[in-house]
């Protein structure tokens, strides 16, 4: 089987989460899984001579870099734009619980035992939340997760919510049924306010979608529900790591026991259509990090994102 899947390969004009218009791009994709980064250098970067039929070019997510790239440049006969640049962040789950509880100073191993409390404080005491591992527990999550999906602004605002298609729940069973699935879901009594699904490849549990409910942003119910997870995943054994996947936040870098610099690199064909779309991408992009850096200046920066995001 291929590792390389033909697809068209989306460009967002976006301002911060608002997105302006899109175009893209027919290209061979494919995603550098962890195991395989642990040998950089047998990941062979791809010749004009393997383009598939209709393919523009090829595009690498997470490909491990030695050194920051250029954001546009010519490499041989491509193109090669690389819009995103980052610290991968992942957990080394080859240890103990209390091993990686160690990584953490007092003060944050505090502040997040502090969380805890008092969120088992707010739920009178009880603190409420399920693991769902096997085939027929899909869909009792799906329809659990589902109800908090819908309130995130990743939902409302970039159509990332948690999918509810019938193609993906059958892909989660298949998983499930493999023991290729770990779901969980925290209560606020018989609400659910925050859920984490994580796919399973090469023993490597996968970071694919988290969100909660933004009423209870102010009891920080993500970081619960990620704590008492990992708490779980470290405990069944089995597991290599727990990957964070592409881009960087304070989440995932609390949590984190490792990072790799990486970045998306796409490397394609010189058309002038091509060219046009990566130019503008690239424009769009730093002008958004411009303008965010002078909202940022003024101190007005949060209140717009939170505006965007429908807070208020």
Not at 18 to 23: D, G, M, V
Not at 182 to 202: H, K, T
Not at 220 to 228: C, D, E, K
């Amino acid at each position: 089987m291929s590792l390389w899947q033909v697809r068209d390969v989306p460009f967002k004009f976006q301002l911060s989460d608002w997105t302006l218009s899109e175009a893209s791009i027919r290209m061979q994709q494919r995603s550098i899984g962890l195991a395989e980064a642990e040998d950089p250098e047998a990941i062979a970067i791809p010749g004009k001579d393997q383009l598939a039929p209709g393919s523009q070019g090829f595009a690498l997510r997470r490909q491990p870099i030695k050194e920051a790239l250029p954001r546009l440049a010519r490499t041989g006969p491509f193109l090669r734009y690389v819009p995103l640049q980052y610290q991968h962040c992942y957990i080394d789950l080859n240890t103990s619980f209390e091993e990686y509880q160690k990584k953490f100073s007092s003060k944050t191993r505090s502040t997040i035992n502090r969380k805890i409390r008092k969120y088992t404080e707010h739920c009178n005491g009880t603190l409420k939340w399920h693991s769902y591992r096997k085939p027929d527990e899909v869909q009792a999550f799906f329809e659990l997760a589902r109800a908090v999906s819908k309130l995130t602004y990743q939902e409302k605002l970039l159509d990332a919510g948690l999918p509810d298609t019938p193609e993906f729940m059958e892909r989660a069973r298949a998983l499930a049924a493999e023991g290729k699935m770990r779901a969980y879901i925290l209560f606020d009594g018989e609400r659910p306010v925050s859920y984490l699904y994580c796919p399973v490849q090469d023993e490597v549990a996968i970071y694919a979608f988290l969100g909660y409910d933004p009423s209870y942003m102010h009891l920080s119910v993500g970081t619960v529900l990620q704590w008492l997870a990992l708490e779980e995943m470290f405990n069944e054994g089995g597991l290599r790591y727990f990957d964070f996947t592409e881009g960087q936040s304070d989440h995932k870098r609390l949590f984190a026991t490792h990072q790799r610099q990486c970045a998306h690199v796409f490397l394609v064909r010189p058309t002038l259509r091509n060219a046009a779309i990566l130019r503008g991408h690239a424009m769009m992009d730093e002008f958004s990090g411009w303008l965010g850096r002078v909202l940022d200046r003024y101190g007005v920066k949060a209140k717009v994102r939170r505006l965007l995001r429908g807070h208020g």
